[in-house]
């Protein structure tokens, strides 16, 4: 994902009067572009490429009189003006032919001077940011920047803009991991949790909190059920066969769309809150056979766990599998008996009592020994934690 951060920068009266010069160097050469693909329009001749402009706009134009003083800004400048014209006419183009979404977009028109003016540095101009702080930028200078908030990663290019009102921003884009923010260690180490996968609710994490199977896997299973059953009741090759199959394939994608983005919402605010996460290693097929109407749930499940992962590993979050046979809903949390309900008789038992006198909650019990035996894995060592 790449976002933008702006700050507010204080060049000198020298930077300035520097900066005022490559704003206009980067504008002519932006204008020339735009002025020579409207004299090869005038004229019939083909669209002339980028290389070819970046040839006799700059690399010749340099060594000429009239344009000389193009010598005294960055090349990186110079190019990413041309890049720039050169996105102007691509949407243009596509806004012509409708490729582009919204209003019609006239042809790019020239920059002047009395405008926003900008100038853009990738990497290769090796522009940086000093240990003093301050912005170096080649053949311009080091500016001074008001950094309001710290940089998360190193960027990939920075914007120099000055605004119609005289105000200089410095605009930087930085690849950002949409979990970098979560790789900051939690306040509290302790906030652990384990996860037990289940029938009646989705899943049960830490003090007995619910994640609830949400309605919509139901409803839309049903949905599903009908339509297809519609498409079968249809003459083959007939039109409204045709209509049929597109519905039931429009309610499997929305199915999809549907669960992908309930699992990210889960996933999201488990590892958001949660510093240690600890999962059975299901075998999720298993879990709910024998129920059709539940496959989207199924289905959800190794979704879950597989994103789930990947969100804990990339966040630097603590994460273990707990072995599918450890036997996390039979054992008592409170004296460790193997007394808990157990088979096919015992999916209905949601509350037992322990020999010890010990009164479990079915799900939360088995979060308390999943999270337990997680925690002995971290720390023996065994662990898949990466
Ligand atoms: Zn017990």
Known sequence: MLLRYRYRIYPTRPQRTTLAGAFGCARVVFNDAVAARRDAHREGLPYPTTARLSKALITDAKRTSRRSWLASVSAVVLQQALADADRAYRNFFASLS???????MGPPRFKRRTGTQAIRFTRNARFKVLDNGRLHLPKIGDLKVAWSRALPAGPSSVTVIKT?????????VVAVDEDAELAEPLADPDAETGIDLGLKDFAVLRSGKAIESPKFFRKLERKLKKAQRALSRKAKGSANRAKARVKV???HEKIKDTRSDWVNKQVKTIVAENQGI???DLNVRGLSRGRAAKSIQDAA???FLTRLESKANRAGRTFAKVDRYFPSTRLCSSCGALTGPTG???????RWRCGCGAVHDRDANAEINIRREGQRLVAAGHADTR
């Open 98 to 104: 409708g490729r582009r979404a919204g209003a019609r």
């Open 164 to 172: 119609a009102t005289g105000k200089y921003y410095a605009s930087f």
């Open 344 to 350: 096919l008789d015992g999916l209905s038992i949601r």
């Open 249 to 251: 394939a429009k309610i």
């Open 278 to 280: 600890y999962v059975e």
């Open 301 to 303: 499940f190794g979704m």
